[in-house]
């Protein structure tokens, strides 16, 4: 097996796993649990990775994992609603929750 990806978040790393899955792609999430037991060892060393079940499709998983991280976020936008300035990557406004327009 080989490894593809591995974040701290793993509700991103399930995502990515999702997505892999629908290009029909098998992974394996490997260290899930990992960080919880690890008290205040450095995080890194911990975070949940993804390993491709299939490593014949190596290629096809980084072509995947390729668009998916190129989906830059946009510019930083302010609310209409409190003026309020939000990082490119959300949707909604972090503060009151309006969506952006
Ligand atoms: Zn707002």
Not at 48 to 57: C, N, S, T, V, Y
Request: charged share 30%.
């Amino acid at each position: 097996m080989k490894k593809i990806y591995t974040h701290e978040n793993r509700v991103i790393l399930y995502n990515i796993k999702n997505l892999l899955q629908a290009a029909g792609i098998e992974t394996r999430v490997v260290n899930e649990f990992a960080a919880g037991a690890a008290g205040n060892l450095p995080a890194f060393d911990t975070w949940p990775e993804l390993w491709l079940e299939d490593d014949d499709r190596y290629e096809d998983a980084e072509e995947v994992l390729r668009q998916i991280l190129d989906q830059r976020p946009g510019p930083d936008w302010y609310c209409r609603g409190c003026q309020e300035l939000n990082d490119g990557a959300f949707q909604v406004c972090w503060k009151c929750g309006r969506a952006a327009d």
